[in-house]
């Protein structure tokens, strides 16, 4: 994983929302967002569509507010527990926006960001905890960097302006699972 940036068991589907981190840039955060579309609902072409600049204005009203928008982030965690890939570990996802983690500005140029298909107040499924999981202790094998202490959710570096993964998302139950499979 850390020489290709792939994610093992994961569908590749390219997004052009990337660059290039910054040089010296070290890989040492890990961010946990939600995501839906349109909002509160799943399934669907459309979280794909979005990252990847194909998202139809006119298939929901919504749309028409984030169409011309150019996000993205390294992974999408299904409701399902399946994983798709949009950009590489290695590259600098689009995802954080303005951010801050302690004293450390711009956490696109040091963070991975994992995307569960789900809303604030919607209980995420045990599916994409366990592949959350999973995924989390990949990363900090990969990049050891990426303590427990460095995982984060989206309104923890964006405070004020992102609300998600939610009160919905239960941080002692995934760090407990990231704990028990680093046991395994």
């Avoid at 072409?45 to 169409?67: G, K, Q, T, V």
């Avoid at 045990?126 to 959350?132: D, G, S, V």
């Avoid at 959710?153 to 405070?159: K, V």
Wanted: with cysteine; proline share 8%; net charge negative.
């Amino acid at each position: 994983m850390r020489a290709t940036g792939r994610l093992p068991e994961s569908r590749w589907c390219p997004s052009p929302n990337f660059g290039a981190r910054p040089d010296g840039a070290g890989i040492t955060l890990l961010v946990v967002h939600n995501i839906s579309l349109p909002p509160g609902q799943f399934g669907g072409p459309y979280i794909e569509d979005f990252f990847c600049n194909r998202l139809e204005r006119h298939a929901h009203p919504y749309f028409s507010e984030i169409a011309g928008m150019q996000v993205s982030a390294h992974a999408l965690v299904r409701r399902d527990g399946s994983i798709v890939q949009f950009v590489s570990c290695l590259d600098r996802a689009w995802h954080a926006g303005r951010s801050c983690f302690g004293d450390e500005e711009e956490c696109n140029d040091f963070a991975i960001g994992i995307e569960l298909e789900g809303a604030d107040d919607v209980p995420y499924t045990e599916h994409q905890y366990r592949t959350l999981a999973r995924l989390t202790r990949l990363t900090m094998a990969a990049w050891p960097a990426i303590t427990p202490d460095r995982i984060t959710g989206h309104s923890d570096i964006a405070p004020g302006r992102k609300t998600d993964p939610g009160p919905a998302f239960q941080w002692p139950y995934f760090k407990n699972l990231v704990r028990a499979s680093e046991k395994d």
